[in-house]
T-cell receptor
């Protein structure tokens, strides 16, 4: 990817379990965002965390950010079949304009 | 939240023809819009940054003569795939940021619903 990697590339879990996805990036950033994409469709913005924040919650989502390690994680608790999608982290580099650069993505499959 | 509308949502064209994709910010002014390309099961690759009233900035490896970008107003950017070939078949997505608050550096980018281009 242009900015970094995500792992795992694919994740299969049972409904009710937690799903954790990790993202690493290469440059210093202003903020990091997580998006969900259902197959062949547009992006849904999930959460934005600023570079001076370490953790953020939104419903069943928990995002952490470690700027010293240039990494972030997305935790989805009590997963549902409807959470099945691809998840991307995206960063706004602190230099080079306001463009958003995407990680490679994690394909999550939640089995009912 | 802010809405970005992309049109068409899908298009099939013959090899050698040109296709224009529109990206509109519906309820905010976007001085800057972005065009991405996504191949199946891959991530979004930034193609270019579209600046209102000036030339677009293309990412390395993206042919500017192949992918013509016009950002004629604060609410509309267009991407034209010229002389399309089957290898140009892909999912194209635009995004925009609210020009009023972009200085704050902590606002999300709003994405269109994407355009699936198939060149036959």
């Amino acid at each position: 990817s242009q900015q970094g990697e995500e792992d795992p590339q694919a994740l299969s879990i049972q409904e009710g379990e937690n799903a954790t996805m990790n993202c690493s990036y290469k440059t210093s950033i202003n903020n990091l965002q997580w998006y969900r994409q259902n197959s062949g469709r547009g992006l849904v913005h999930l959460i934005l965390i600023r570079s001076n924040e370490r953790e953020k919650h939104s419903g069943r989502l928990r995002v952490t950010l470690d700027t010293s390690k240039k990494s972030s994680s997305l935790l989805i608790t009590a997963s549902r079949a409807a959470d099945t999608a691809s998840y991307f982290c995206a960063t706004d580099p602190s230099t080079g304009g306001f463009k958003t650069i995407f990680g490679a993505g994690t394909r999550l499959f939640v089995k009912a | 939240g802010a809405v970005v509308s992309q049109h068409p949502s899908w298009v099939i064209c013959k090899s050698g023809t040109s296709v224009k994709i529109e990206c509109r910010s519906l309820d905010f002014q976007a001085t800057t819009m972005f065009w991405y390309r996504q191949f199946p099961k891959q991530s979004l690759m930034l193609m270019a940054t579209s600046n209102e009233g000036s030339k677009a900035t293309y990412e390395q490896g993206v042919e500017k003569d192949k992918f013509l970008i016009n950002h004629a107003s604060l609410t509309l950017s267009t991407l034209t795939v010229t002389s399309a070939h089957p290898e140009d078949s892909s999912f194209y997505i635009c995004s925009a940021r609210d020009g009023q608050v972009e200085r704050l550096r902590d606002t999300e980018a709003f994405f269109g619903q994407g355009t699936r281009l198939t060149v036959v």
